[in-house]
């Protein structure tokens, strides 16, 4: 399994996220910076890959507070990748760590 560390306090808006993410993967260049074209290069990145990848955002109470629902939405967004891997009869390869 890969875990992938990404420091919550870095997050101080959803365009940190999405530079964060960018870098991190190697997004392309018509990323979107969008929940939707996240999922779409996270989902490229994952079928890709035989491995299963944890994100490990730590502690999140803060980012909670400075973006309300933010870890909400990154975890609709998560299941929802888990979903469209089992849909297609892949198995999912997508795991969260967030304490929040």
Do not use: Q
Not at 13 to 25: A, N, T, V, Y
Not at 45 to 62: N, P, Q, T
């Amino acid at each position: 399994m890969k875990v992938v560390k990404i420091n919550s306090e870095d997050i101080n808006s959803w365009g940190d996220f999405h530079d964060i993410f960018e870098k991190l993967f190697d997004f392309p260049d018509y990323y979107g910076r969008n929940m939707d074209a996240w999922i779409d290069c996270m989902d490229d990145i994952l079928g890709a890959s035989d491995e299963m990848l944890l994100l490990d955002f730590g502690e999140c109470y803060d980012l909670k507070k400075r973006i309300p629902g933010i870890t909400n939405r990154i975890l609709d967004c998560c299941a929802f990748l888990n979903f469209r891997f089992l849909d297609s009869k892949r198995d999912p390869k997508l795991m969260v760590s967030m304490y929040a």
